[in-house]
Nanobody
Protein backbone atom coordinates (compact mmCIF):
# COMPACT_ATOMS: atom_id res chain seq x y z
CA UNK A 1 0.00 0.00 0.00
CA UNK A 2 1.19 3.47 -0.86
CA UNK A 3 0.16 6.60 1.00
CA UNK A 4 0.57 10.03 -0.49
CA UNK A 5 0.32 13.25 1.46
CA UNK A 6 0.26 16.61 -0.29
CA UNK A 7 1.41 19.84 1.28
CA UNK A 8 -1.07 22.61 1.88
CA UNK A 9 -1.87 24.69 -1.19
CA UNK A 10 -2.86 28.28 -0.91
CA UNK A 11 -4.05 31.53 -2.36
CA UNK A 12 -1.76 33.39 -4.75
CA UNK A 13 -2.15 36.31 -7.11
CA UNK A 14 -2.01 35.86 -10.85
CA UNK A 15 1.59 35.83 -12.03
CA UNK A 16 2.80 34.46 -8.73
CA UNK A 17 4.39 31.15 -7.81
CA UNK A 18 3.61 28.26 -5.52
CA UNK A 19 5.29 24.95 -4.81
CA UNK A 20 3.40 21.82 -3.88
CA UNK A 21 4.99 18.73 -2.41
CA UNK A 22 3.84 15.14 -2.11
CA UNK A 23 5.42 12.81 0.41
CA UNK A 24 5.19 9.09 -0.30
CA UNK A 25 5.12 6.42 2.38
CA UNK A 26 7.09 3.78 0.58
CA UNK A 27 10.84 3.93 0.57
CA UNK A 28 11.39 2.15 -2.72
CA UNK A 29 9.89 3.88 -5.73
CA UNK A 30 12.31 3.02 -8.44
CA UNK A 31 9.62 1.61 -10.73
CA UNK A 32 6.95 4.20 -10.06
CA UNK A 33 5.60 7.15 -11.96
CA UNK A 34 4.52 10.10 -9.82
CA UNK A 35 1.99 12.53 -11.23
CA UNK A 36 -0.05 15.59 -10.43
CA UNK A 37 -3.64 16.00 -11.53
CA UNK A 38 -6.07 18.82 -10.87
CA UNK A 39 -9.81 19.30 -10.82
CA UNK A 40 -11.54 22.64 -11.11
CA UNK A 41 -15.17 23.08 -9.98
CA UNK A 42 -17.55 21.62 -12.52
CA UNK A 43 -14.78 20.11 -14.58
CA UNK A 44 -13.20 16.69 -14.94
CA UNK A 45 -9.91 15.86 -13.31
CA UNK A 46 -7.05 16.54 -15.70
CA UNK A 47 -3.42 15.59 -16.00
CA UNK A 48 -0.87 18.24 -15.02
CA UNK A 49 2.57 16.65 -14.97
CA UNK A 50 4.40 13.39 -14.24
CA UNK A 51 7.90 12.18 -13.50
CA UNK A 52 9.48 8.77 -13.32
CA UNK A 53 10.98 8.11 -9.91
CA UNK A 54 14.42 7.91 -11.48
CA UNK A 55 13.84 11.46 -12.64
CA UNK A 56 14.89 10.53 -16.14
CA UNK A 57 11.62 11.43 -17.78
CA UNK A 58 9.13 14.22 -17.18
CA UNK A 59 5.79 14.83 -18.85
CA UNK A 60 3.56 17.90 -18.95
CA UNK A 61 0.13 18.90 -20.12
CA UNK A 62 0.19 21.53 -22.84
CA UNK A 63 -1.48 23.99 -20.48
CA UNK A 64 1.33 23.74 -17.92
CA UNK A 65 4.39 23.22 -20.09
CA UNK A 66 6.92 26.00 -19.61
CA UNK A 67 5.27 27.25 -16.41
CA UNK A 68 5.24 24.20 -14.14
CA UNK A 69 8.16 21.98 -13.20
CA UNK A 70 7.85 18.55 -11.63
CA UNK A 71 10.79 17.08 -9.76
CA UNK A 72 11.54 14.51 -7.09
CA UNK A 73 13.85 14.01 -4.14
CA UNK A 74 14.43 10.29 -3.81
CA UNK A 75 16.12 10.63 -0.43
CA UNK A 76 12.99 12.29 0.97
CA UNK A 77 10.48 10.18 -0.98
CA UNK A 78 8.97 13.45 -2.12
CA UNK A 79 7.75 14.85 -5.41
CA UNK A 80 7.41 18.57 -6.03
CA UNK A 81 5.37 20.70 -8.39
CA UNK A 82 6.79 24.17 -8.86
CA UNK A 83 4.13 26.41 -10.38
CA UNK A 84 5.18 29.73 -11.87
CA UNK A 85 3.30 32.42 -13.80
CA UNK A 86 0.08 31.21 -12.27
CA UNK A 87 -3.21 32.10 -13.93
CA UNK A 88 -6.76 32.20 -12.55
CA UNK A 89 -7.53 29.16 -14.70
CA UNK A 90 -4.98 27.19 -12.67
CA UNK A 91 -7.38 27.37 -9.72
CA UNK A 92 -8.25 23.80 -8.78
CA UNK A 93 -7.88 21.01 -6.27
CA UNK A 94 -4.48 19.44 -6.97
CA UNK A 95 -3.89 15.73 -6.42
CA UNK A 96 -0.72 13.67 -6.24
CA UNK A 97 -0.92 10.18 -7.72
CA UNK A 98 1.33 7.15 -8.22
CA UNK A 99 1.44 4.08 -10.43
CA UNK A 100 3.92 1.54 -11.64
CA UNK A 101 5.62 2.03 -14.98
CA UNK A 102 4.91 2.91 -17.71
CA UNK A 103 3.79 6.52 -17.66
CA UNK A 104 0.13 7.36 -18.28
CA UNK A 105 -1.78 10.64 -18.46
CA UNK A 106 -5.08 8.98 -17.59
CA UNK A 107 -6.30 9.23 -14.02
CA UNK A 108 -7.89 5.78 -14.20
CA UNK A 109 -4.40 4.30 -14.57
CA UNK A 110 -3.31 5.55 -11.13
CA UNK A 111 -4.25 3.38 -8.14
CA UNK A 112 -2.73 5.58 -5.44
CA UNK A 113 -3.94 9.10 -4.64
CA UNK A 114 -3.36 11.83 -2.11
CA UNK A 115 -6.19 13.68 -0.40
CA UNK A 116 -5.89 16.78 -2.57
CA UNK A 117 -4.92 20.36 -1.85
CA UNK A 118 -6.61 23.56 -2.95
CA UNK A 119 -4.81 26.13 -5.07
CA UNK A 120 -6.59 29.39 -5.74
CA UNK A 121 -5.21 32.03 -8.10
CA UNK A 122 -6.80 35.45 -7.85
CA UNK A 123 -6.91 37.86 -10.78
Amino acid sequence: QVQLVESRGGLVQAGGSLRLSCAASRRTFSAYVMAWFRQAPGKEREFVAAVTWSGTNTYYADSTKGRFTISRDSAKNTVYLQMNSLKPEDTAEYYCAARGLPYSEFESAYPYWGQGTQVTVSS
